[in-house]
């Protein structure tokens, strides 16, 4: 029997996979990752996954608009993210603010960061029993000349207190006890979460928020 070799020329040892075949499966997995995406949107469900940068945020801004637009059901907002920034996470703030409709936001694993502060401005809001929730600032990256870097921390400053007061106003909390919370890293369980008001209930799995 012939046996395939590798692109190093050395015959597979046990556990390797051949590069062309785990490059192929690539093509089938976006796509079916696409397909998925696409019949969750068509039940009114959105994804935040991974970083919450700017891109991120535009797009499922662009979704959570058009779902509003569509029709009067509620949406379904996931989020399993652990960084971002604070101007991803305003975008979002912003824009679930100012929707029609009401956004029902689940977290399943991870909403630390900038993300929880989407997670808190929901109109209903679910964490999962071993979700990591933390409160703290997001990242900044100022570079150039020294009033380059001042006006880039001044407009950090700005989006601070924003984002401070829009978390503090969802959860009916003191600014200050939410801006000495972002500031100390604050981690949360889930029934601190709770008492804080970040959150209304325990998500016990995709049946509790199937509509």
Known sequence: MTMK?????REPGA??????????????????TDWLEAQMFERRVVWIRGCLDELVATGVA?????????GDDPIQLHLNSGEGTLAAALTLMDTIAALGVS???VCSGRAEGPALGVLAVCQQR?????????LFDGAIQAAG????????????QLQLEHFVEAV???????????????REGRYFDVDEALQYRLIDAIWSGPSASAR
Not at 62 to 70: E, F, I, V
């Open 145 to 156: 000349s020294a009033s380059a870097i001042a006006q880039e921390l001044a407009q950090h």
């Open 126 to 134: 679910q964490a999962g029993r071993h979700a990591r929730l933390r």
């Open 15 to 32: 556990g390797e996979h051949l590069p062309a075949l785990a490059a192929s499966s690539l093509p089938a997995e976006s796509a079916l």
């Open 62 to 70: 662009t979704q959570l608009m058009t779902l509003d637009g569509s």
């Open 5 to 9: 070799r590798n692109l190093a020329g």
């Open 168 to 182: 503090a106003g969802s959860a009916r909390q003191p600014a200050e006890r939410v801006e000495i919370d972002l």
């Open 103 to 105: 956004v029902q936001a």
